[in-house]
Nanobody
Framework: QVHLVESGGGLLQAGGSLRLSCDAL????????MGWFRQAPGKERELVAA????????LYADSVKGRVSISRDNAKSTGALEVSRLKPEDTAVYYC?????????????????WGQGTQVTVSS
């Protein structure tokens, strides 16, 4: 069982940056892939970035590549997502998630545990 809590969202201006954090409560966090997803109103949930557990391999959505960085600190059981050069289309609820059976995956259906989400609103 893994309990995830996101923080760091809010109202931001276009062109700015944000850092989202994800605190994981539970055992074996270091073994699991962690992903950040987002869902904008009226749109499907989409992967933003993901990072594997032990070796830190990463993958990013093409739509955010170059503006986003995902990281994790296994010793502290935390993860983070940094987004720069914010755009209004980055407005969404952002979720962190953990996949216990996959080393690294883009598919939301393969993530077992999800946080409650944090709202990010980017004004133009």
């Amino acid at each position: 069982q893994v309990h995830l809590v996101e923080s760091g969202g809010g109202l931001l201006q276009a062109g700015g940056s944000l850092r989202l954090s994800c605190d994981a409560l539970g055992q074996m966090f270091e073994n699991y892939a962690m992903g950040w997803f987002r869902q904008a109103p009226g749109k499907e949930r989409e992967l933003v970035a993901a990072i594997s557990g032990l070796n830190g391999n990463t993958l990013y959505a093409d739509s955010v590549k170059g503006r986003v960085s995902i990281s994790r600190d296994n010793a502290k059981s935390t993860g983070a997502l940094e987004v720069s050069r914010l755009k209004p289309e980055d407005t969404a609820v952002y979720y962190c998630a953990v996949a216990t059976k996959w080393s690294l995956t883009r598919s939301g259906s393969q993530y077992d545990y999800w946080g409650q989400g944090t709202q990010v609103t980017v004004s133009s």
